[in-house]
């Protein structure tokens, strides 16, 4: 039986289509209080309303499982102020209905529903039964549980109506922020997934609280806060509650927002050149929801295309004028001791650092380099959407390990793969003919796929270098032939034929040097060998999938690899980032 259900409705089109989500996903209790319902509705409006606000350029969209209570008082709001609703169920529609005992409650989950941009249900945990679910208890319990991981690993923000107080009630709204902070959720997650990810700073503990008490016995919140106080609430170890949102999120918010705008004002220009992974003729074959991880890639990778070749022509340009620069010096030095050429380095020197300044005012650097690795993250989760190849772990999905270890400012994209795996995340595929498509479209042959693209990538790197080397033994044999002709017939050498042979090798060395810069710069022989490493990798995970016996083995074999790709992007981009010019390394290539 399949347990998942899509509803979609048509969302804006044209460019606004391109706005990256913003998600807030809900978790709150289901008895507020009757007087303070207003001053929530009326906090939980401010909020939605000042994220839009704050951020134009994405599209606010509100995760809510329409329980009764808080989940249904946000869903509201976030309609009404014209958001995005997606919503999640715990379990499917009819075994979740029994959960509200009116009709009238029926009534309006239905009618929410109805307004929703997308409603899915969520599979059984591992080791549950339908029969197990139906009846309150345990196994129904883990299915809460369940629906409180997914929602924190999908969200961007996790709006909690909350007392403040934990407790030990499974899937209950205490430990679905606890989860949120620590990967800790007792009865469901294991000893082993709890460990993983406690020591590290990272972007998925962002927790917007809005106090609130229980229409029940000891339901006020916790003594240590106020009815319908709100705070932004973290792991911070020094400043866990603030009435500001953290530097560091505001950070990440920052970089996805830049995502989405340049997605939105290239929007024409991405739908006409895009290069997409999957051709129209695939759609109906792959799972649901592999599209919007299709159509981010291809946002993600037309900008970083984009982005690359403006970053490629500042470095061309910065290199051309560092060159002009030096053969200026020789010639007043070693030429005509003319102010003319010193005016004319000074000129040079100020068009290389104009365009190391639009270069940096623009980002242009790190924008291609975030966005690489964006689109490389999604190619990864993409074919493992497609082959149906998920972690052993029920808590953890692609984008969580992806650059978890390193800057933490690169959170923004983890940020963006969290939104776009949602669906896929949700009903992972096990159709096995979409194995076969991965292999093919993912592995390739010698002229296919990432072993045609590395093998091609690694020969056009090794013949820059190869340039590189031959213009170094050029340099070196001119500069052997002019010491020899001075040395030989230097006594009776006329200055006017010993000076123009000096100016020759030094700008023969000059040009060797600018040009091991820029080899330098582009990393070209750190690329020969991440190209030659990528290879070997999936030269052997294409002979291991060749013999591999079932589909458990080759999904085994897939996730391997995925991990290597992923592993090997980034330190990519960290060797990468630091490979930018300034106005010093300018200085000192002309000179």
């Excluded at 080759?554 to 391997?560: C, E, V, Y």
Aim: proline content about 3%; overall charge negative; hydrophobic content about 40%.
């Amino acid at each position: 039986m399949d347990f998942t259900q899509t509803q979609s409705r048509t969302t804006a089109g044209g460019q606004a289509a391109y706005a990256v989500p913003l998600i807030v996903a809900v978790t709150g209790h289901r008895d507020l209080k009757t007087s303070e319902i207003p001053g929530i509705r009326g906090r939980v409006r401010g909020f939605l309303a000042d994220l839009a606000e704050r951020y134009p350029e994405r599209r606010i969209s509100v995760m809510s499982s329409l329980a009764e209570g808080a989940d249904r008082l946000v869903a509201d709001e976030a309609v009404a102020l014209g958001f995005d609703l997606v919503v999640p169920l715990p379990m499917p529609r009819d075994i979740y209905l029994d959960d509200f005992e009116t009709q009238d409650s029926r009534d309006q989950f239905l009618s929410l529903c109805d307004k929703a941009l997308e409603v899915f249900e969520l599979p059984l945990a591992r080791g549950d039964s339908l029969e197990e679910i139906r009846a309150p208890g345990a196994k129904r319990n883990r299915q809460y549980a369940q629906l409180g991981v997914f929602l924190c690993a999908h969200c961007h923000i996790l709006l909690a109506l909350w007392d403040g107080k934990h407790s030990t009630d499974l899937g209950g709204t205490g430990q679905v922020v606890r989860f949120h902070h620590d990967d800790i959720m007792p009865g469901y997650t294991s000893a082993t997934i709890a460990t993983q990810q406690m020591l590290i700073d990272d972007e998925s503990d962002l927790v917007y609280h809005i106090v609130c008490s229980r229409d029940r016995a000891d339901g006020e919140p916790h003594s240590d806060l106020q009815p319908l106080a709100c705070w932004w609430f973290t792991k911070d170890r020094e400043q866990p509650r603030s009435r500001e949102l953290p530097t560091q999120h505001e950070l990440i918010f920052q970089r996805s927002n830049e995502f989405s705008g340049d997605a939105i004002r290239f929007a024409r220009r991405i739908e006409a050149e895009k290069y997409p992974l999957l051709d129209d003729s695939d759609i109906e074959n792959l799972p649901e929801g592999i599209g919007n991880i299709n159509r981010t890639f291809c946002i993600a990778d037309w900008l970083a295309i984009y982005y690359q070749k403006r970053v490629v022509f500042s470095l061309r340009a910065t290199h051309v004028f560092a060159f002009f620069m030096g053969l200026m010096f020789i010639l007043y030095s070693d030429l005509k001791t003319w102010q003319y050429f010193m005016f004319a380095f000074l000129v040079f020197f100020l068009l290389a650092a104009g365009v190391q300044f639009f270069t940096k005012r623009g980002g242009w650097h790190r924008r291609y380099l975030d966005y690489r690795a964006l689109a490389e993250g999604l190619r990864v989760q993409y074919y493992w959407a497609a082959a149906g190849v998920t972690s052993e772990n029920e808590s953890k999905f692609t984008h969580d390990n992806f650059l978890q270890t390193q800057d933490p400012e690169l959170g923004w994209i983890r940020n963006v793969m969290r939104v776009a795996g949602t669906l896929c995340d949700a009903a992972p595929n096990m159709d096995p003919e979409d194995i076969k498509y991965v292999l093919k479209e993912w592995i390739g042959d010698r002229d296919s796929g990432q072993l045609g693209y590395f093998r091609k990538k690694a020969t056009e790197r090794i013949k820059k270098t190869q340039l590189t080397d031959r213009l170094a033994l050029l340099s070196l044999l001119t500069s052997a032939i002019v010491v020899t002709l001075i040395v030989l017939f230097g006594a009776n050498m006329s200055d006017a034929l010993r000076d123009p042979l000096m100016t020759a090798m030094g700008a023969m060395l000059l040009l060797v040097a600018i040009r091991q810069g820029y080899a330098y710069s582009t990393a070209e022989k750190e690329l020969i060998k991440q190209y030659e490493f990528m290879l070997r990798i999936f030269d052997n995970a294409k002979r291991r999938l060749d013999s591999a016996e079932n589909d458990m083995e080759r999904r085994q074999i897939l996730m391997a690899l995925g991990g290597s790709a992923l592993d090997e992007q980034a330190q990519w981009i960290l060797m990468q980032r630091d490979r930018s010019l300034d106005q010093g390394e300018i200085w000192r290539m002309g000179s």
